[in-house]
């Protein structure tokens, strides 16, 4: 029995599909709008990693990070899921697929996938750093 009749004849674990900046990078997302994070003209760029992404950052210039964010928030929201993410979720259609992303944006769920875990958060939602409670 190959790999992919195991998951037609009823496999229940789920299959992992893991992805990442590549996903992005097809060319139905225009990169002005959502740039990937290590591009040569990418996010980091002109961002220590450390003074927007890191506990410390947040504790030195909390308007920073925010501005920071909110400009990746905006630019998902802005954004249509590819044809990368649509046939992810096509898969996920046929088979029993757990996604794991390390991408911040909702572009697989939009897109149609419901078992998604994103590695780095969800730019989505956003965590009250002293009650804990999430906002989306």
């Given at each position: 029995m190959t790999p992919i009749s195991r998951f037609k004849h009823g496999r229940t674990e789920p299959a992992p599909e893991t992805n990442g900046c590549r996903v992005q990078r097809c060319r139905a997302v225009r990169r002005e709008r959502h740039p990937t994070f290590r591009d040569s003209n990418g996010l980091w760029e002109n961002h220590?990693?450390?003074?927007?992404?890191?506990?410390?950052?947040?504790?030195?210039?909390?308007a920073l990070v925010l501005r920071f964010y909110e400009l990746r928030f905006r630019g998902v929201q802005t954004t249509q899921p590819n044809e990368a993410h649509r046939s992810i979720a096509g898969l996920q259609a046929k088979f029993n697929v757990l996604n794991i992303t390390q991408n911040i944006d909702d572009l697989l769920e939009r897109a149609g996938c419901e078992n998604v875990v994103h590695l780095h958060g969800l730019?989505?939602?956003?965590?009250?750093e002293f009650h804990h409670d999430i906002f989306q």
């Open positions: 220590r990693v450390e003074d927007v992404a890191s506990p410390g950052g947040w504790r030195r210039d909390p730019i989505t939602r956003r965590k009250c």
